[in-house]
């Protein structure tokens, strides 16, 4: 014997946990901007620009937001140096020189601005004279004719003189 009777669909136990509702809203601007137009799966950030992982599609209108740097500090960037002199002269012994990280090409150097007074001039780095290979110095000139040496102080510091 055939039963004719329609059965109906019954809803999947949630053991008295509260149904989730679905919002038939498109999602917020902010959302949808990291969700993927061809294949709808979430963009994941590079170094560039967001990425699809499953497709490939990259957004290349993306730009970043970037925060203000009115409270950021010279001692907190990390790419800054503030050097004292160590070298044999009292007068000098108040002088500071500032330092700064630069990328040049694919390495990292020093940009040193000269400490001398009134001059203000960034110093170009200039060869050692091959005399004394062991000390680990490096050398600067200004335009001005000034002349300073980064040498190592104690524990992996650095001092000018």
């Known amino acids: ?12 136990r ?5 149904e989730p509702a679905l919002d038939p809203s498109p999602p ?10 061809k294949c709808g799966t979430r963009l994941v950030r590079g170094y ?6 499953s497709c490939g599609f990259a957004d290349y209108s993306y730009t970043t937001e970037m925060s203000p740097r009115e409270g950021r500090s010279i001692l907190g960037t990390a790419t800054r140096y503030i050097l004292r002199y160590a070298g044999d002269f009292p007068d000098l012994a108040d002088t500071l020189a500032h330092i700064k990280l630069v990328r ?10 000269c400490p001398f007074d009134g001059c203000g001039n960034i110093m170009e780095q200039s060869s050692l004279s091959g005399k004394r290979p062991e000390v ?4 600067y000139k200004c335009d001005d004719g000034h ?14 003189k």
């Open 147 to 160: 002349r300073v040496s980064l040498v190592p102080v104690k524990r992996n510091m650095l001092g000018w």
């Open 28 to 37: 917020p601007e902010a959302t949808k901007r990291f969700v993927c137009p």
């Open 136 to 139: 680990r110095e490096q050398r």
């Open 48 to 53: 560039d620009e967001p990425k699809c992982p």
């Open 1 to 12: 014997m055939v039963s004719t009777a329609t059965t109906t669909p019954v809803a999947p």
């Open 104 to 113: 040049v090409r694919n390495r990292v150097v020093y940009e040193v601005d």
């Open 14 to 18: 949630t053991f008295g946990l509260p």
